[in-house]
């Protein structure tokens, strides 16, 4: 059972947008401003979409979003697009463990 | 650019030591505002991170409790590579190993640039 609670799957229309949760306590997601999101296609490498909660990397697009309200983290990608399609997963600092902890991964299916 | 390359068997046996290398290119091991971790996915695990080390005048080492007594990881200066040590292994092992750069600065916990992966199979 991963630390960060995700929903299994989510879907969206392209042009949609849709936005994936991240459910942690306040020892982790909600004491800390250390939240990040990763795309991972499958046999690929995973990418950074979002650090520290919202700050977006060099050369990722702005459909993508992060936020946090309390012990909860969201993604939220705009405009779908159909090479949005992949897992995604959260991670946060977490006080317990002095390190990161990450969600069980979410897998968005364009349709 | 920054990229990394991973190397290492795909198939260890149960008890012996589980050994990877992470080759960097673009960047320096040294570089005091980097930090290199390695990660492992699995099926019943999910994403775990595993440990780190960096420079800041001399070298950081952290672990996740979970490997503390297993786990080595070896900065490389002459090679600009970093290697991980996993002693012991079980099957609960078998995982695709990442290494990955925490590149943005302190406190060095978003992993910015990811190796390819090592699918690594504990079974005799």
């Known amino acids: 059972q991963s630390a960060l609670t995700q929903p299994a799957s989510v879907s969206g229309s392209p042009g949609q947008s849709i936005t994936i949760s991240c459910a942690g306590t306040s020892s982790d997601v909600g004491d800390y401003n250390l939240v990040s999101w990763y795309q991972h296609h499958p046999g690929k490498a995973p990418k950074l979409m979002i650090y520290e909660v919202s700050k977006r990397p060099s050369g990722v697009s702005n459909r993508f979003s992060g936020s946090k309200s309390g012990n909860t983290a969201s993604l939220t990608i705009s405009g779908l697009q159909a090479e949005d399609e992949a897992d995604y997963s959260c991670c946060s600092y977490s006080h317990s463990s002095a390190s990161v902890i990450f969600g069980g991964g979410t897998k968005l299916t364009v349709l | 650019q920054v990229q990394l390359q991973q190397a290492g068997p795909g198939l260890v046996k149960p008890s012996q030591t589980l050994t990877l290398t992470c080759a960097i290119s673009?960047?320096?091991?040294?570089?005091?505002?980097?930090?290199w971790n390695w990660i492992r996915q699995s099926p019943s695990r999910g994403l775990e991170w595993l440990g780190r080390?960096?420079?800041?005048?001399?070298?950081?080492?952290d672990s996740a409790i979970s490997v503390k007594s297993r786990i080595i990881i070896n900065p490389d200066t002459s090679k600009n590579q970093v290697s991980l040590q996993l002693n012991s292994v079980t099957p609960e092992d078998t995982a695709v190993y990442y290494c990955?750069?925490?590149?943005?600065?302190?406190?060095?916990?978003?992993?910015?640039?990811w190796g390819q992966g090592t699918l690594v199979t504990v079974s005799s």
């Open positions: 673009g960047d320096g091991v040294s570089n005091n505002r980097a930090a």
């Open positions: 990955a750069r925490a590149g943005n600065g302190y406190p060095n916990w978003d992993f910015d640039y």
């Open positions: 080390t960096y420079y800041r005048s001399k070298w950081y080492y």
